[in-house]
């Protein structure tokens, strides 16, 4: 359920300062659009209420292109202060009274007037202009700088952190990221939604599904689309596999960092048995080109063989990961390390098994149920540890937990996979797609033109969440823990820089 309004720039404040304060209200999303066909750009704001289910509130504000600026709501909410710097960099809508003016997206080699989302935004020539990132300055007696990236050893993308350390102990970590800024949204602009998901399932290589599902039912909602139950129920059994073989992939690599590399070994073997699962099922290892808009396409497999494959691969991966844990030196590298405080990672809106390992029970599919999870009552797997070992025992619990559920919805996927109804999309209204992928929630705005092509698509990563609270976690560490804690957060760089 969701309920839309616009208000006055003067009224904003008080509306979401309300919805917050008075109704404990969480930030989803914070959007803005440039709509020149009017002459006027826009602030999109959505909120769920807490319940049960949650419900959604969408606020939108309508501003002047030639002077777009709104209230900062900075002080009401730390994600909102991240979102209205995003919408500075790429859109020009100026957050009055923000406290923080250094750049979040905008790469220190774009002019300060260039924002790529705008309509008739031009690249520039770009050039370095030698001025370096105003991190915090280093001080204290003996307190000193370790940086570390943007390149890094390995198959990563680049991200710079820099470390202020007292002897080997981390008293503060400053993250730097959005060095591949890809343009994402940009290239949504003028498509048509058919053609538009294999943008969305590449945002995140790893979160094909993910967002895939969210970009499609914001779609099918924008044009008012019902898909069958075998669609819904195909759905949630790729979003589970896709969630199994990323905690199978990510216990492997929190063991490895603890220096007992044979468990990633296994956990790697095992993530191998996930991923020709998944061809079978879709062609794809990484199960593209699945989820489509109005269902899914898929080749129908032996039911009991796939769930029996499922739970042999579980099976093995938690003994796998229990033998790993009673070894002490595993153990010792990873109680206590990287402990999130809940307060701080309620505050930051962290989400997915971050969240769910500091006792937040944060879950789309309990709160916001759609698909085959609205068919039993879901409860979130919820640790309370706070440390890298709870974020391993949240997945090796997920896991478990995924097998339960394709168990439940899988008898429904033999029925029709695609609605046979055309798809219309309504011009300028915006839609949302909200999933609970493996890291955590992920939201899709998505807003058609008058000729039914894509006009503005918003994403909203996990990550976007998670990144910063990465910092906190790392303060009172030693150095060496810092890929320990950045692999148990493991966020994506792609998702977050889009």
């Given amino acids: 359920m969701i309920d839309s309004m ?43 209420l807490r319940g049960a289910p949650w419900v959604l509130q969408h606020i939108s ?68 202009d030698g001025q370096p990132f ?23 993308e680049p991200g710079h952190f820099r470390f202020n350390v007292l002897g080997e ?49 914001a779609v099918e909602s924008l044009g008012g689309l019902e898909i069958p139950d075998g669609a819904k129920a195909w759905r ?16 492997g690599a929190i063991i490895a960092d603890t220096g007992f590399p044979v468990a990633q070994a296994h956990c790697m073997r095992l993530r191998e048995r996930i991923l020709r699962l998944n061809k079978t099922i879709t062609g794809s290892r990484l199960l593209r080109g699945a989820v489509i808009p109005g269902g899914v396409v898929v080749q129908m497999p032996d039911a009991a063989a796939l769930v029996q494959e499922v739970e042999n691969v579980v099976s093995d991966f938690e003994e796998i990961i229990q033998i790993s844990v009673e070894n002490t030196l595993v153990a010792d590298r990873l109680d206590a390390t990287g402990w999130l405080d809940p307060k701080v990672a309620s505050d930051f809106g962290v989400v997915g098994y971050v969240a769910r390992a500091c006792g937040l029970s944060h879950d789309v599919r309990r709160d916001l149920p759609s698909g085959g999870y609205q068919w039993f009552d879901f409860a979130p797997i919820v640790e309370d540890g706070a440390d890298v070992r ?8 997920e896991a478990k937990q995924a097998l339960y559920v394709i168990d439940q919805v899988l008898p429904r996927a033999a029925s029709a996979h695609v609605s046979g109804d055309r798809l219309t ?10 999933v609970e992928a493996w890291r955590g929630r992920l939201v899709h705005m998505v807003m058609a033109d008058d000729l039914g092509r894509l006009h503005r698509v918003k994403i909203v990563d996990p990550s976007f ?34």
């Fill in 6 to 48: 616009e208000v006055g720039v003067g009224d904003l404040v008080r509306v979401v300062r309300t919805l917050i304060e008075d109704r404990n209200a969480v930030v989803l999303l914070v959007a803005g659009e440039d709509r020149p066909s009017t002459n006027t750009m826009y602030a999109h704001y959505l909120l769920g």
């Fill in 61 to 128: 504000v309508a501003l002047p292109r030639t002077a777009s600026a709104i209230p900062s709501l900075a002080a009401l909410s730390f994600p909102i202060s991240r979102f209205e710097r995003e919408m500075r960099d790429l859109l020009g809508i100026i957050p009055e009274g923000h406290p923080d003016p250094r750049p979040l997206v905008r790469h220190g080699f774009w002019p300060e007037s260039f924002h790529p989302l705008r309509s008739d935004a031009v690249a520039p020539e770009f050039a370095d």
């Fill in 134 to 156: 105003p991190f915090t300055a280093v001080e204290g007696d003996g307190v000193y700088e370790i940086p570390v990236g943007p390149v890094h050893a390995g198959v990563i």
């Fill in 169 to 217: 102990t981390v008293l503060k970590m400053r993250a730097r990221l959005y060095f591949t800024h890809k343009g994402t949204e940009r290239l949504f602009v003028n498509k048509r939604a058919e053609d538009a998901v294999v943008l969305a399932e590449r945002v995140s290589g790893d979160t094909t599904v993910g967002h895939a599902v969210a970009f499609c039912q």
């Fill in 236 to 251: 949630t059994v790729l979003l589970e596999l896709e969630r199994v073989y990323n905690h199978i992939t990510d216990a």
């Fill in 390 to 397: 709870a974020r391993l025992q949240m997945r090796v619990r």
């Fill in 425 to 434: 999309l309504r011009p300028f209204t915006p839609s949302f797609g909200i």
């Fill in 465 to 498: 969440f998670n990144w910063p609270a990465l910092a906190r976690a790392l303060e009172d560490n030693i150095v060496p823990d810092f890929p320990l804690c950045n692999k148990s957060f493991n966020q994506s760089y792609s998702g977050n820089d889009l």
